[in-house]
């Protein structure tokens, strides 16, 4: 990508990540008191973050099936609330060992 293509996608994504954070510092002048709202703003980053992560994560594999038991020790870790670590390189590991499995198979 030359330079004169990549300069105007680069302040693009500036001047839109400027006027969604600088926007509400500007508008909103009082504390926000609507529990709604409060929650909203409180679980949108884990929503955002699961959005752009999820698909990633069942195309990086050679199998779905694979991607699928990977997300699914990764959720039961979860679930019994194992640290980050612990979940990455639990799923990791199902991921490796089901892909072995799948190779010794076919």
Do not use: D, W
Not at 7 to 31: D, F, G, Q, S
Not at 34 to 53: D, E, G, Q
């Amino acid at each position: 990508m030359s330079f004169g293509t990549f300069l105007p996608y680069l302040i693009t994504m500036a001047l839109v990540t400027y006027l969604v954070r600088a926007v509400p510092l500007v508008l909103i002048k009082k504390e926000i008191e609507n529990k709604f709202i409060l929650s909203f703003l409180y679980y949108m980053p884990y929503a955002v973050l699961s959005v752009m992560t999820i698909p990633g994560v069942f195309f990086a594999t050679e199998h779905f099936i694979t991607a699928a038991i990977g997300v699914a020790v990764a959720l039961i870790l979860a679930y019994f609330k194992r640290g980050l670590l612990t979940v990455a390189i639990g799923a990791s590991l199902g991921v490796f060992i089901s892909e072995l499995i799948i190779q010794c198979t076919i």
